[in-house]
């Protein structure tokens, strides 16, 4: 079996550009929904928040189930891997490869069934978190997995990732709320892996390729129990693997094994989830601490309180928030003095009183350890939303680091027992200092997940060497303390290749009998979580040892950054600009729901344009046009992205550049000389009141590039401004009014 897989790999690797237009449109002819198999679209999809970067050998947007199927069936008749992919914000590498990529998110989103009385729920898997609890607020219910990427995770994406959220200490992770799934599986079957009962192989009269798969499980879990109980972590949060562990000959929910699994066993076609009530009372206690230690330290005395999350910043991050628009004054707000770390602590109770009591008892707690230690309480629910979204952005805060060290994912996600959390904590420190960097911690305190980040060049060998030699040092620490090396975002390309190491060779064994008995040809997101590829191969990385960023001559001044191509850079494909129910960011996507009209698309085309990645003269082409057109430079993203990416001023940059290869079309050369052209509708009116009256006019404007709904612009005979200055003369203060072409006609 073995063989036949690795051979199955090799001929894929080696599709030609011909080869996979020839594929491209194969998969057009089969399917009703969009395929993008052009260069810019296929370099769009190559990376998502991770440090890799892979060329799919194509991107699908499948417009329904039977679109899934007729690719599952391609994909097993031309031996052509397919790769699931929801928000695309992975930070390991599980949604880079080279496959077909399926994208859900574009039409696979809609709730298909909500019981309110047994409080759970039936989605397709593109539907976004944030989306389907905006939904469920009315029901009084919500799906309490709450990652910090809600804005743009897809249930589809958290089901594979088996995600966690800030509140798992009391809700659990996904494969706790995950009540089952109906998998596509690769013989074009559909089967819902749901809760069974022991007596379910005796009772199945059917021996389909469901019983196949369970009986297989069962077999299984019997040969590897005692590795299990010599090598599993014990800690609340272990993501990494397949949920071995789980399988019960008592019972268990089958749809377990396929929380977790990252698109390497099934597809998915719906999810039932368990939902919660929304809490009725909610507050939030916010400590500060002179030192990291100490923080670290009355964790654990904090969870004995039972709160529903106990989250941390440390002040590295506060700095650099500082520093970003959107939460400079949301630190100035909530965070007292200079601290060194800062926990904030929720409780939930129907009762008010009870939770108020709680809160005494944890300022208590902290004023004991030390009387330096500053303590706030918050009951607003607006106030506490506020402190929250600065932990959530806690990530993208760190990333907006300029230049080309920048903190890096691949022990993040370490998660020990509160016990060892400050020893740990400590000995990482100097893990980072032996190799001359240092880590930027925040996030899971409660559940012993920091995700820390070295700072490092991933542009330099030896920093991607520091990579690999701090990773092996960092998890034999974790083995050590029984703890787990992914407790939150997975394994993708960082981490699967550690699973022998964490687990043993029989486990691992085991993971690979899992991943052959449901994906018989390996087809299914290959290299992840079993027969890994190596997490410090540099020619999966997004900045390769040849990669080299064009310096070119600029319109505008990018020295802030470097220069324009740095500025490009700060882009870490966080996917912020994909949220759909909050803030403005980013217009364009929230009508089209595709990469290319997105900040991220955009910004990763220019990127890979500057770096010559894409075909000669890309930077100024017909296709980055298209790429750049729909973006309305209203500057959302400079306020909202955590980055700061600025698209306006980008395709401003763009453009100089384009026009002077390109010449301008009549509507933008309309609109550039719209203050001379003002003044001549202003001695018109008669004759444009008399032409928006005349059918004709709309085919006019609309061959000047305009909506044929629009009537032309009737100039007012006195300025709207003078209008306002007129009727007020006797203002006691004086007004600056900026005067545009617009307001003064």
């Excluded at 030699?469 to 550690?498: C, L, P, Q």
Aim: with cysteine; proline share 3%; aromatic share 8%.
């Amino acid at each position: 079996m073995a063989l036949y897989v690795k051979e199955t790999i090799l001929s894929i690797m080696k599709f030609n550009d011909q080869q996979i237009e020839k594929v491209g449109k194969e998969v057009q002819g089969l399917i009703k929904g969009k395929v993008l198999f052009d260069p810019f679209s296929r370099g769009r999809y190559s990376t998502d928040s991770s440090l890799y970067q892979i060329k799919p050998i194509g991107a699908v947007l499948p417009k329904d189930h039977n679109d899934v199927l007729k690719l599952m069936e391609y994909s097993q008749k031309n031996s052509i891997p397919l790769l699931a992919r929801g928000g695309g914000s992975s930070q390991c590498g599980q949604t880079v490869s080279e496959a077909i990529v399926l994208d859900y998110s574009k039409h696979q989103n809609q709730v298909l069934e909500l019981n309110v009385e047994e409080k759970y729920v039936w989605v397709q898997p593109g539907i976004v978190l944030d989306s389907l609890n905006s939904y469920l607020k009315q029901f009084g219910l919500w799906f309490p997995v709450d990652v910090s990427t809600s804005s743009r995770a897809t249930i589809g994406g958290m089901t594979g990732n088996n995600s966690c959220g800030s509140r798992s200490l009391y809700y659990g992770n996904m494969v706790n709320n995950v009540l089952a799934v109906e998998a596509i599986l690769d013989d074009g079957t559909i089967h819902t892996f749901e809760d069974i009962n022991k007596n379910y192989l005796e009772a199945k009269n059917d021996q389909n390729r469901q019983y196949e798969i369970i009986k297989k499980f069962l077999d299984l879990r019997e040969n590897v129990k005692d590795d299990i109980s010599q090598f599993w972590p014990q800690t609340q949060r272990r993501v990494g693997g397949y949920n071995i562990d789980l399988i019960n000959p008592d019972g268990f929910n089958t749809s377990n094994i396929l929380v977790g699994s990252e698109g390497t066993l099934s597809l998915f076609n719906k999810i039932k989830l368990k939902l919660s009530p929304i809490p009725k009372q909610k507050v939030l206690g916010v400590c500060y601490f002179e030192s990291f230690a100490q923080a670290m330290e009355l964790t654990k005395e904090m969870v004995k309180l039972k709160p529903t999350t106990v989250e941390l910043l440390d002040h590295n991050l506060i700095d650099l928030a500082k520093q970003i628009p959107i939460y400079a004054e949301s630190i100035k707000k909530y965070i007292l003095g200079n601290p060194e770390a800062v926990l904030m602590v929720e409780f939930i109770d129907d009762d008010l009183d009870l939770a108020r009591s709680k809160l005494k008892d944890l300022e208590s707690l902290v004023r004991a350890q030390n009387t330096n230690n500053n303590y706030k309480s918050y009951e607003d629910l607006s106030d506490q939303k506020e402190i929250f979204e600065i932990r959530k952005a806690g990530l993208n805060i760190l990333m907006s680091l300029k230049g080309d060290k920048k903190p890096v994912a691949f022990i993040e996600d370490c998660a020990v027992t509160l016990d060892h959390l400050a020893d740990y904590t400590s000995r990482l420190k100097d893990v980072f200092a032996k190799y001359n960097t240092s880590g930027m911690f925040y996030a899971h305190a409660s559940v012993g997940t920091l995700h820390v980040r070295p700072v490092l060049n991933m542009k330099s060998d030896q920093d991607i060497k520091n990579m690999k030699a701090i990773a092996d040092e960092a998890f034999d620490m974790v083995k050590e303390y029984r703890g787990s090396h992914s407790g939150e975002h997975g394994d993708g390309i960082v981490r699967s290749e550690f699973h022998e190491k964490m687990f043993g060779k029989k486990i691992l064994n085991a993971f690979e009998e899992i991943k052959d008995t449901f994906d018989k040809k390996n087809l299914l997101n290959p290299h992840k979580i079993v027969r890994a590829y190596k997490s410090d191969d540099r020619s999966l990385m997004r900045y390769k040892s040849d990669y080299k960023a064009e310096n070119i001559s600029t319109h505008h001044d990018w020295s802030d950054w470097g220069q324009f191509s740095d500025a490009v850079e700060m882009c870490n494909n966080n996917g912020a600009c994909r949220k759909l129910d909050s803030g403005v960011m980013c217009p364009s996507y929230r009508v089209t729901k595709e990469e290319k009209d997105l900040v991220r698309g955009r910004a990763n085309t220019l990127r890979l344009a500057l770096s010559n990645q894409l075909p000669k003269g890309s930077f100024v082409s017909k296709s980055m046009y298209e790429t750049m057109e729909l973006c309305v430079s209203c500057k959302a993203c400079q306020r909202e992205c955590p980055m700061s990416v600025d698209m306006a001023k980008m395709k401003s940059e763009f453009l100089s550049h384009y026009y002077k290869k390109f010449s301008m079309s009549i509507k933008d050369k309309v609109i550039s000389n719209m203050p001379k052209l003002i003044w001549l509708l202003k001695i018109s009116n008669p004759i444009v009141n008399f032409l928006n009256k005349v059918p004709i006019i709309n085919k006019i404007i609309e061959w000047f590039g305009f909506s044929s709904k629009r009537s032309l612009p009737v100039v007012e005979n006195q300025s709207p401004l003078r209008e306002i200055y007129n009727s007020q003369p006797n203002l006691e203060k004086k007004v600056i009014l900026f005067a545009d072409t617009f307001n003064i006609n």
